[in-house]
Every structure is written in structure tokens, then in C-alpha cells.
């Protein structure tokens, strides 16, 4: 059973930093790539961030490039989010998610980690 687990969300105030961790296990596939997501109260879940899990693309959304670095470490199928800068808009439900390449779409997520970013 595949099962990704978030980590590392916290209060944290405007401008500081947080590095989420995202833990898949039980992956028996190969993965195509792994992605952040968040939702913040009231709102749609939006796209943060893409890394190919072959290769060394990333992805980010307009509202996070250049204050966010996602990262990967393939022989512990984990995936990190650094978040910099951060801002009270981006206080949201962070959740990891992962593609097999044999559908390259979303199939497996996580339960969410929490950030809060005080102004």
C-alpha cells in the first residue's frame, strides 16, 4: 500500500523559512514525478511545485518561483519542499503528491501538513 507522509509544517511568521519533507513508502512502480500542493481555507487546492523523478526538471507555480526549492532524494523516495520568504498568503494545507509513470497523473497523496505564516 503506497503511503506518502508529510512533515515539518508549523507556525513560522512573515519572512521566515520551512522545509516540508514528504515521505512516500511502499512504492512498487516507477514513479514519473512528484508534486506540492496546497489549499488554503476557502479556497481550491493550487499547484506549487513539479520534480521529474528521472531527471532534474522542476516546476514551480508563478505565486512561489524563486522563494520555493523543491528537491528530491530518489533512493529514499522523499521529496522536499524549502520554503523562504514566506508570506501570510501562502498559510495553507501543504500535501505531497505522486505520479506513476504508468498514468503520469496524480494517483497517491498525502494527508497534509499544516503551515501558518503570521503577519
Known amino acids: 500500500q503506497v503511503q506518502l507522509v508529510e512533515s515539518g509544517g508549523g507556525l513560522v511568521q512573515a519572512g521566515g523559512s520551512l522545509r516540508l519533507s514528504c515521505a512516500a513508502s511502499?512504492?512498487?512502480?516507477?514513479?514519473?514525478?512528484m508534486g506540492w500542493f496546497r489549499r488554503a481555507p476557502g479556497r481550491e487546492r493550487e499547484f506549487v511545485a513539479q520534480i521529474s523523478w528521472g531527471g532534474a526538471s522542476t516546476y514551480y507555480a508563478d505565486s512561489v518561483k524563486g522563494r520555493f526549492i523543491m528537491s528530491k532524494d530518489t533512493s529514499k523516495n522523499t521529496v522536499y519542499l524549502q520554503m523562504n520568504s514566506l508570506k501570510p498568503e501562502d498559510t495553507a494545507v501543504y500535501y505531497c503528491a505522486c505520479a506513476p509513470s504508468r498514468t503520469r497523473s496524480n494517483d497517491y497523496w498525502g494527508q497534509g501538513t499544516q503551515v501558518t505564516v503570521s503577519s
Open positions: 511502499g512504492i512498487t512502480f516507477s514513479i514519473w514525478s
